[in-house]
């Protein structure tokens, strides 16, 4: 996934998944620039920066959700609880308005939510 026309950013502005298994501990998250609350953080280094942290998540159930006629099959809703844009021009200056984030485990993002309604899909090809 790529960002467009995210301009002035330093290394918070790209959307990263990060997977670590250090000390025989997994740790995982997603660094989302339009993320819309506050919650950096790292994994194992600081190149690695996060501001969803999924490790809570992963014992979570999974929930099925169809988009563009493609069935995904371990989704889980990830939503920041805040109905605030967040302001930090550390990840760049587009907007940060997402408060939900729909997650497949076999996929990655598929859709998120920003603070409007407005809902962006993933385009599957098909």
Do not use: A, C
Request: hydrophobic share 35%; aromatic share 16%.
């Amino acid at each position: 996934m790529e960002i467009l026309q995210n301009e002035d950013y330093e290394d918070y502005g790209l959307i990263n998944y990060v997977f670590s298994k250090n000390s025989d501990n997994f740790n995982n998250g997603i660094n989302f620039p339009m993320w819309n609350i506050s919650n950096f953080t790292s994994i194992d280094e600081i190149q690695n920066p996060t501001n969803i942290i999924m490790t809570d998540f992963n014992t979570r159930i999974k929930t099925q959700m169809t988009i563009n006629n493609h069935l995904f099959e371990n989704v889980i809703i990830i939503e920041s609880e805040s109905d605030k844009i967040y302001l930090n021009s550390s990840y760049g200056t587009i907007k940060k308005n997402v408060n939900k984030v729909f997650y497949d485990y076999d996929f990655g993002i598929i859709q998120f939510n920003d603070i409007e309604g407005k809902e962006w899909k993933l385009i599957y090809p098909e």
